[in-house]
């Protein structure tokens, strides 16, 4: 029984997480109209997604990424249901409890937004999320040269440069997208540092930041 009430407290978080992240990303797509940086093709092409090593898409409610995040958290959301049901009204749960937990915890993850960086008049965009500037500590830049723990892992990557956003008030820290050329990085940085979000350069082989210029 008790085993049955911590599983119905999960699937009660883990449906407002799916809802709220498909509210947020839906609230991005509108709000990505309006973006002063990424707008061309090019411009696009040069932000790197982490893990698929892909170049940024658009941002809209249209696109094949949003759909999926759509509809994955409809069927999602079923399959959770159908098993909160089998949980409360069998013994089904017994000695599975973890796995199961696990499961559903990957199939929470399983809808996530590939990320994306857009820079707004009143914030940014980042990985599918609407962050004010305020809500940004700083961010750091570095580039992707030999002995990069990211260096040989795409070769978009290799040489390119690493934008790292801390955030504040949040417990995912930090997270980064990669830009391919020095111009794009600055271009970037101009328009944060306008806004009065702080960049900051790791200096090679350093353990030391310094002001971005």
């Known amino acids: 029984?008790?085993?049955?009430?911590?599983?119905?407290?999960?699937?009660?978080?883990?449906?407002y997480y799916l809802l709220r992240n498909l509210l947020l990303l839906s609230s991005a797509a509108t709000a990505s109209k309006d973006a002063l940086y990424p707008k061309t093709e090019e411009e696009f092409a040069g932000?790197?997604?982490?893990?698929?090593?892909?170049?940024?898409?658009?941002?809209?409610?249209?696109?094949?990424?949003?759909?999926?995040v759509k509809w994955g958290t409809v069927v999602i959301l079923c399959v959770l249901t159908v098993l909160l049901v089998l949980v409360v009204t069998t013994d089904w749960l017994g000695e599975s409890f973890f796995t199961l937990a696990y499961i559903f915890f990957i199939l929470i993850d399983s809808v996530r937004?590939?990320?994306?960086?857009?820079?707004?008049?009143?914030?940014?965009?980042?990985?599918?999320k609407?962050?004010?500037?305020h809500q940004i500590k700083d961010c750091e830049t570095e580039q992707i040269i030999r002995w990069h723990p990211l260096y040989g892992l795409d070769d978009k990557v290799n040489n390119a440069y690493k934008l790292t956003f801390r955030l504040k008030r949040t417990l995912f820290q930090p997270q980064f997208i990669v830009v391919q050329t020095a111009a794009q990085l600055?271009?970037?940085?101009?328009l944060l540092n306008q806004r009065g979000v702080r960049c900051y350069k790791q200096l090679p082989e350093q353990k030391e930041r310094a002001p971005y210029v």
Do not use: C
């Open 130 to 133: 609407l962050v004010s500037y």
């Open 47 to 68: 932000i790197i997604i982490p893990n698929e090593w892909k170049p940024m898409e658009p941002l809209t409610k249209r696109a094949k990424s949003y759909r999926l």
């Open 186 to 190: 600055d271009q970037i940085i101009t």
């Open 113 to 128: 937004h590939s990320g994306n960086l857009f820079i707004l008049p009143k914030g940014i965009i980042l990985n599918g």
């Open 1 to 15: 029984m008790f085993a049955n009430f911590i599983f119905t407290i999960i699937f009660i978080i883990g449906i």
